[in-house]
């Protein structure tokens, strides 16, 4: 690993349970980084359990949590100023691949916690009536934006940011629920306009979801190759980002995904690449015949018997 002094006080990390699940959507997110950057800006796991790094893995840095901190489900995003490793962290949901060298989002402007999103006064957005809360809450917006994805930079406005989050989470306002709490999407987003904070610009090149593409056709991460079209025409136009093609640097899959089509195929590349020590093409090909064929071969024999 590189040691750059100017960043020292840089990281990138992603948060885990103990669940072997994500701890290997944070493996496979950890080799993308990997392969695409210099490692001059150290990668961290965060979690409340040790655990075991693969031999190809050993120069990912953890950072131990306790239970509390980790809290139930999405609760951990909620002390963002206490669980990020440096003055300036990306955070990044362990259901993502990363496709380019993102040291640059370094650069962009954040002095706090910030998202990369638009402004919405108007509809519906996670189980909220925007209009009603922005009368709620008495703020003139409210940001639209996935919570897979965080800029924390630690200062007092993060501090107060997150302070803001948690009074929310224990209120007894209809926040939409995750698996074990609520949402922090509603929570943030609330807290950061209450904060004077506004988004990053989302422009479709720093960040998507496999919900703007077309499955394993766009995405090949040993070339670094996404690959979307944002057109009104499409049955998945997203309306927040300019019509046009992109092509993002991060791609988040959902936990829904796991070993399954695209993500299987991605995370199958990169440990072939690094574990067996191939090169990529050979990586990229063998993962082509040995994972993608029997993979849609079998998915064709089901739909046959189905029938």
């Known amino acids: 690993m590189k040691s750059d002094k100017k960043n020292e006080d840089k990281a990138v990390f992603t948060v885990v349970t103990h669940q072997l699940k994500y701890l290997n959507f944070a493996f496979a997110l950890a080799r993308s980084y990997r392969y695409h950057n210099d490692l001059s800006i150290p990668f961290f796991i965060v979690s409340d359990n040790d655990f075991d790094l693969p031999r190809d ?146 422009t479709g090149n720093i960040w998507g979801d496999i919900h703007q593409l077309e499955s394993h056709r766009d995405l090949n991460v040993m070339k670094g190759k996404t690959r979307f079209n944002n057109s009104i025409k499409n049955a998945n136009y997203k309306y927040w980002i300019p019509e046009g093609s992109y092509s993002p640097s991060i791609i988040h899959f959902g936990g829904g995904n796991y070993n399954k089509n695209p993500w299987l195929f991605e995370a199958t590349r990169l440990k072939t690449y690094y574990k067996l020590g191939l090169g990529k093409n050979l990586a990229d090909i063998l993962t082509d015949i040995f994972v993608k064929a029997p993979y849609f071969a079998m998915k064709k024999l089901k739909s046959l018997f189905a029938k």
């Open 57 to 202: 893995l050993k120069w990912v840095q953890k950072k131990i949590i306790s239970p509390g901190l980790m809290g139930r489900g999405l609760e951990v995003r909620f002390s963002f100023e206490e669980v990020s490793p440096a003055l300036r962290s990306l955070y990044i949901d362990a259901d993502s691949i990363i496709y380019k060298d993102i040291s640059a989002l370094f650069d962009l402007p954040f002095d706090s916690i910030n998202v990369i999103g638009t402004t919405i006064t108007e509809g519906t957005w996670d189980d909220m009536n925007v209009p009603d809360v922005l009368s709620k809450f008495k703020i003139p917006h409210l940001i639209r934006f996935c919570g897979a994805f965080y800029f924390i930079a630690k200062t007092a406005k993060t501090n107060t940011v997150c302070h803001i989050v948690r009074e929310l989470a224990k209120s007894d306002y209809p926040f939409q629920q995750h698996v074990y709490s609520i949402n922090d999407e509603p929570v943030f987003s609330i807290s950061l306009v209450s904060e004077g904070i506004l988004p990053i610009t989302d």
